[in-house]
């Protein structure tokens, strides 16, 4: 198993509404052009999981440790398919006026707000072809936009959405 740390930044701005922040990745590697939380795989440098997915949200949208609170480290995930091991943890996020990222690494950065995420329409399930095989799965995702946050990333998020709309947590 590779390890790998992530955060996952909510975010409220002027007009209250709390936002979940996503990354859409590049098209190379992968995991190109999926949604994602910031992150990233440990490197021998890294004290921790939790300085790797700091490292990584750095590198990948430019937020420093100053902009990030850590508000509680979540449960520990697996991949089904590419072998990562995901310690994810929960930040709240001080954003920048204009998000600023990695080109080539990360196409875009997408603030969604997390009521339209709860909404019964913004959840789906469809058969996809499973990566390495010629086998379909039913998978679950929640629609970003024009986009589907699916895999690991869904199954962080799909336990976490209704703690974070009841206010688990001072956001």
């Known amino acids: 198993m590779i390890e790998a740390g992530v955060v996952v930044p909510i975010c409220r701005r002027a007009d209250g509404v709390l936002r979940l922040v996503l990354v859409r ?15 990233g795989k440990r490197e021998a440098g890294d004290a921790s999981l939790l300085d790797t997915a700091l490292r990584e949200t750095c590198e990948e949208i430019g937020l420093g440790k100053e902009q990030i609170q850590v508000l ?8 089904q398919s590419s072998g990562f091991c995901i310690t994810p943890f929960l930040v709240r996020v001080t954003p ?3 998000w600023r990222w990695q080109a080539g690494e990360i196409a875009e950065v997408i603030e969604a707000p997390l009521a339209e995420m709860a909404d019964p329409e913004a959840h789906g399930e469809a058969l996809e072809p499973w990566p390495g095989s010629a086998e379909l799965r039913r998978v679950a995702f929640y629609r970003v936009g024009p986009h589907r946050l699916w895999g690991v990333s869904y199954r962080i998020l799909q336990p976490l959405l209704p703690r974070l709309l009841a206010g688990e947590w001072d956001c």
């Not at 990745?25 to 949604?35: D, F, I, M, P």
């Not at 509680?72 to 991949?79: C, F, G, R, S």
């Open 25 to 39: 990745r590049g098209e190379r590697g992968r995991h190109g052009g999926q949604l994602a939380f910031p992150g």
């Open 72 to 79: 509680a480290p979540l449960p520990v995930l697996t991949t």
């Open 96 to 98: 920048p006026p204009q």
